[in-house]
Structure formats: structure tokens, C-alpha cells
């Protein structure tokens, strides 16, 4: 019998919350007298049923995510050929997710259609296909947000909440000013996250540069501090270039009769 078979059966067992230590399943083996071939199916069923419930969890993650479902952001289908750069490929190797195991934020800052949101949403998917948490929302959707539970006292549960993923995206900083209240709430957010264990990252997405971030929020003081979380160790892609917004737009010319009667007289 082949050990590795063994370990197998109980990586597999213990993804789907069964106590099988491989000592107990090899002594079932011998007890039962069970084939090489027997082993091997009660190994392919398990990992079969280990498949189908990370399926299951992906799925779930992803629903919960607020990441677009029907038309997904992917880094399959971002268009890294138009990037170009001394640094192109340290945007290639996000899908690898180093940031997030390496406890690192990021920010993706340029002018609007170049990129910066596809590349936020395609990280938190690919965060999800790897069975971690993320979650998903603009700037303006966190100020009203954190409004919101400021009017029904629920301000600690909604902190929390947003400090749980472990991937958290706030995308376009710079839509919208967050006053007093709220910006402490958000720094609360930061300062809990920053201390979170564990695999975690933030991902920003502005048209604003890091250093115009303090006109959007009311408490110069406590920002100073909090954009020293953002950005402690963090990695900023400043992307520039050109929108990718309806580069495969045809234009039509048409002339209606109307305008062609006019012409005539």
C-alpha cells in the first residue's frame, strides 16, 4: 500500500470535517482485508466530495463578495498587453496573491477606464477561488454605509463586519468627502485591520493621487495616521495612459432624410 494514499484519504477527511487520522484508515485496510484498488476508490470518493464542497464554498464566497457574477473581472480577461513598464510584471503576478499572504495593502491609482477597478475585482475572485473572504464596495456605498449604522447604533458591528474579509476592496476614493463621524469609523476600520493576523489586505482604487486623499475626509489628524496604515509596506500601481472605454465602439455615420431634403434645396 502506498502511504501517500493514506495521507490523502485524510487531508480529504479533514476538508470535509471527518476524523480519519491515516494510522486509523490503513488498520481499517488491513482489518477489512481491502485491495489496493478499494483504497484507491475510497480515496477518489472522498476527493470527489472534497471538490464538490470547495466548489460549494467558492460559489458561496463569491455571491457574498458583491463582485460582479455575470459578467466576472478576471485576470483572464484583462488586457495586460496594454500595460506597459519597467514594473509590468509585478501587475502579471497579482494572481499569485502575494500580497494578501504577505499582510500587504494595495492601490491602484490612475485616471478613469485604465484598468484600476478590473484589476481590484479580478484579486478579490481570485482571493474567493482560494476559499478567502472578500468583499467589495465603492467609496460612496462605505460612507453611506457607515451613515447608516451610525443612525440605527450599530457602529461596532458594522466595524467589524468590514474588518472580517480578508480581502476588502474600496473602490474610486475620492467620489465622495466623508465627515467627521464617518471618518472616524473608517480609520477605525484600518487601524483594526491593520492588526488582524492572518493572510489580509486592502486594495484602493482613486483617480486621486495618496497625498489629495485628505480632502475627502474630516480629521486631518487621525488621516495622517490612518494613510501610514494604508500605506505602510503597501503596494501602489500608478497606472496613466489612455481609457480603455470603447476601444471596440464602431461609429456609424448616418445622415437622416430629413437633413438630405435640406441639403437639396
Known sequence: MNESLFEQIQTDAKYLKLD????EIAQLAVDKGMSQESIQSVADTLSYLKDKKSERNVSTLLKLSR???KEPKTFENFDFSQIHGQ???SLK???VLTSMYAHKNMAFIGP???GKTHLAMAYGRECCKQGKKAYFLKATELNQKLTDARKSGRENSTIMFLVKPTCLIIDEVGRCVFDKENTRMFFDIIDRRYNKEGPNTMIFTSNKSPDKWSEYFSEDSSLLCAIDR???EAIVFMIKGDSYRGRKREMVALTSGESMASLSN
Open 20 to 23: 480519519l487520522p491515516s494510522q
Open 67 to 69: 463582485l460582479p457574477l
Open 87 to 89: 514594473h509590468v510584471e
Open 93 to 95: 503576478n497579482l494572481p
Open 112 to 114: 478613469p477606464g485604465t
Open 230 to 232: 494604508i500605506f505602510d
